[in-house]
């Protein structure tokens, strides 16, 4: 059975840093494309990294470019959101996607078919 399980998420001062992990079981990540989305309360689920097949080149928003970094470990089945330089604004659930299907990046979340279950993230000011 494939699944996506998120950690590292918690409460952090602007400024902070937190790492967010994915780590997948049943199927093997880097054959996918991977990304992470957020949603913030009484607003959409929006598109914030993502990491190509092939050559792993990363893909960010641009509200995060120069703080956010998407990583893959294909040895550990894992890919990370290095988060630096937080600000209020970046407090939601964030969560992290795949699709077998997609073979090209997309920040459409309505393009992924499988989700992990969300790891809070909490910035104060």
């Known amino acids: 059975q494939r699944q996506l399980v998120e950690s590292g998420g918690g409460l952090v001062h602007a400024g902070g840093s937190l790492r967010l992990s994915c780590a997948a079981s049943g199927f093997t990540l880097n054959y996918y494309v991977e990304g992470w989305f957020r949603q913030a309360p009484g607003k959409e689920r929006e598109g914030v990294s993502f990491i190509a097949t092939s050559d792993g080149t990363p893909y960010h928003a641009d509200f995060v470019k120069g703080r956010f970094t998407i990583s893959r470990d294909n040895a550990k089945n894992t890919v990370y959101l290095q988060m630096n330089n937080l600000k209020p604004e970046d407090t939601a659930v964030y969560y992290c996607?795949?699709?077998?299907?997609?073979?090209?990046?997309?920040?459409?979340?309505?393009?992924?078919?499988?989700w992990g279950q969300g790891t809070q993230v909490t910035v104060s000011s």
């Open positions: 996607a795949t699709d077998p299907r997609l073979r090209y990046v997309s920040f459409d979340p309505a393009d992924y078919e499988l």
